[in-house]
């Protein structure tokens, strides 16, 4: 994927109509460690500084119509740029799918949950007390989760568990302070 983000990151630089002194740049966060690594190769290969922020698709959708200036937008769903494009609010002809996503439990290894035999059931174990998400309303991997759950007839018995990061990077770092035990993305 590495590979990938920085053939991209060339050729949607080249595909500027100027070459600015810097690029402003909007990933969705779950290319945080990948798009950084990038940035450092792309500002030592170009000498073009990169101003980068991280955060849901959903808000830098929102921004961009607002008139945030951003050069290149990575987004985690296809459907902001998508609509951004209908708005006549991107570059005609720059929109591609660079990844897919996939949706995973992920669990700490001192949670007694054995999420081998229980699949996605492990979230309606008893010692699951919060599982972190992103939220539905503007990150898409929070919309993705609900989705699942609800295929898969287990929203109704975890959405009282759920807590919401603004971003999958938000609902990763609640692993981290304690304050979920399963994030869902």
Excluded: C
Aim: aromatic share 8%; no cysteine.
């Amino acid at each position: 994927m590495r590979n990938v983000l920085s053939a991209i990151f060339i050729m949607l630089f080249l595909a500027l109509p100027s070459r600015a002194a810097e690029v402003l740049v909007a990933a969705a966060s779950d290319l945080g460690f990948a798009v950084k690594e990038i940035v450092t190769d792309f500002e030592t290969t170009t000498g073009t500084q990169v101003r980068l922020s991280l955060g849901s698709s959903g808000t830098f959708e929102a921004q961009i119509m607002n008139g945030a200036p951003f050069d290149i937008f990575l987004s985690a769903d296809s459907a902001y740029p998508e609509d951004l494009q209908k708005k006549g609010l991107v570059e005609p002809n720059t929109l591609f799918v660079y990844g897919i996503g996939r949706i995973v439990v992920w669990v700490p290894k001192n949670l007694p949950v054995d999420v081998e035999k229980l699949g996605m059931r492990a979230l309606l174990d008893r010692s699951v007390r919060k599982i972190a998400s992103a939220n539905p309303e503007h990150a898409p991997y929070g919309r993705a989760a609900v989705s699942s759950l609800q295929h898969f007839g287990l929203y109704e018995g975890i959405k009282t568990k759920l807590v919401l990061g603004e971003n999958i990077s938000q609902a990763a770092q609640f692993i981290q302070s304690g304050a979920a035990q399963i994030v869902y993305r």
